[in-house]
């Protein structure tokens, strides 16, 4: 039992070393032109998001939608961004304001699943 939770601390360490990497690696990318797209990185859990508002630079912008908790899938008002379950949607985005929500049934709180998007 304590040998099983060790181990999952250790992965759960490496998780987070290999996000840093990923993170630096990005970093160095960034400077080339200063054309890489915003990232909005949006958790879904049962049942909320884990923000009320993501804000985000107005042109390209990639979405990263993770499943903390129960299955859900998101639509963004107005826009062609629309992400199944878990995955990443790349849309060019204009200032202003957008509903973000969960497009799939997914329980009693499924109506009040809703966040904002402010793209400046
Ligand atoms: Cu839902």
Redesign the pocket.
């Known amino acids: 039992m304590k040998k099983a939770l060790l181990a999952l601390m250790v992965s759960l360490f490496i998780l987070l070393l290999a996000a840093c990497g990923g993170g630096d690696e990005a970093g160095a990318t960034e400077g080339d032109d200063g054309g890489s797209a915003a990232v909005v990185d949006i958790g879904?859990s049962n049942?909320q998001f884990d923000k009320e508002g993501y804000t985000a630079p107005a042109g390209e912008i990639t979405f990263n939608l993770t499943n903390e908790e129960?299955v859900?899938?998101i639509e963004i008002e107005g826009t062609d961004v629309a992400i199944e379950n878990e995955g990443s949607a790349t849309a060019t985005l204009e200032a202003g304001e957008y509903t973000i929500?969960?497009?799939?049934?997914?329980?009693e709180?499924?109506?009040e699943?809703t966040s904002t998007l402010t793209v400046e």
């Open positions: 879904a049942w129960g859900h899938a929500k969960c497009i799939l049934p997914c329980g709180g499924h109506e699943m």
